[in-house]
């Protein structure tokens, strides 16, 4: 029989809730491991309502069923 915690239920756990202060510094620090790892990574930002504009020229993004996916140009 396993055990739980007092409070657990036994069911999927939900997100710890983020800032999106928090957000951005992980996004930051995703952006530097991707740098450190040779990929090129340019950012834009000319208007605070426009946004910000990330680019990496070998990469790709796809729409898939569980949600954004990643990858380099050229793979699937």
């Not at 800032?19 to 208007?47: F, H, I, N, W």
């Amino acid at each position: 029989m396993k055990s739980t915690k007092q409070g657990e239920t036994g069911g999927k756990r939900k997100p710890t809730p983020i800032t999106p202060a928090q957000a951005l510094d992980m996004l930051q620090s995703a952006l530097r491991y991707c740098q450190q790892s040779g990929l090129s990574v340019e950012c834009k930002s000319d208007d605070a309502l426009a946004g910000l504009v990330i680019y990496l020229p070998t990469a790709k993004a796809e729409t898939t069923p569980a949600g954004l996916r990643f990858a380099l140009a050229g793979e699937s």
